[in-house]
């Protein structure tokens, strides 16, 4: 499968714990996106990566979230300090970098669950 | 302000029929539109994008729509099957250097046998 992957699927965690994702874009893509989609609302932008440089974050990503790609291949987005208002699915998408204009491809996303 | 709107939360279609699904945008600036498909504990996926150049966009089942002017796009799926049944959701970027989507709150399209 050389699709976007992304682990864990599924997170329960207490308030308060800190919890990690990883996300395997498609090979070669220069562009990795987060977003975070709760019940009944549109994936919502996050972060993005050009190679390992961090070019963009939302508002939406508090001092508790932290996201990195150290070489350029994975990324993974930290959150300290979980709360309630954390439960969501977090999306991770890839795009190639070749066209202004790209299609993103999306994995199949970590359903946090935050007690 | 939500700058991708889908208006319909919902669409039940029966099967061989056509589906019409509907989106407008505000921010005249948006220059590439998609529209992705979702099952519930999955990740999006991609069904047909449209360059804000052309007006139609046509892949198998799949076309859509661009109006500028009234800055609306709509998907037109042709004949309905029961396994288009998911949430659709209609998402722009305005390129730049990031070419971060900004989504609609998704229609839920159910496909009646």
């Known amino acids: 499968d050389t699709g976007v992957s992304q682990n864990p699927r599924h997170k329960i965690t207490k308030r308060g714990q800190n919890v990690t994702f990883r996300c395997d874009p498609i090979?070669?893509?220069?562009?990795l996106y987060w977003y975070r989609q709760t019940l009944g609302q549109g994936p919502e932008f996050l972060t993005y990566?050009?190679?390992?440089?961090?070019?963009?974050k939302s508002r939406l990503l508090s001092d508790r979230f932290s996201a990195e790609r150290p070489k350029g291949s994975f990324s993974t987005l930290e959150i300290q300090r979980t709360e309630q208002g954390d439960s969501a699915m977090y999306l991770c998408a890839s795009s190639p970098n070749r066209l202004a204009q790209e299609t993103q491809y999306f994995g199949p996303g970590t359903r946090l669950l935050v007690l | 302000d939500q700058q991708v709107k889908q208006n319909s939360p919902s669409l039940s279609v029966q099967e061989g029929r056509i589906s019409i699904l509907n989106c407008d945008y505000t921010?005249?600036?948006?220059?590439?539109f998609l529209w992705y498909k979702k099952y519930p504990a999955e990740g999006p996926t991609f069904l047909i994008s449209?360059?804000?150049?052309?007006d139609k966009n046509e892949d198998g089942r799949f076309t859509v729509f661009l109006n500028k002017s009234a800055k609306h796009l709509s998907l037109h799926i042709v004949p309905s099957q029961p396994g288009d049944s998911a949430v659709y959701f209609c998402?722009?970027?305005?390129?730049?250097?990031?070419?971060?989507?900004?989504f609609g709150t998704g229609t839920l399209l159910a496909v009646q046998p």
């Open positions: 921010n005249s600036m948006f220059d590439y």
């Open positions: 090979s070669e893509h220069n562009r």
């Open positions: 998402a722009a970027s305005n390129g730049g250097a990031t070419n971060k989507l900004i």
């Open positions: 449209i360059s804000s150049i052309k």
């Open positions: 990566f050009q190679n390992e440089a961090q070019l963009e």
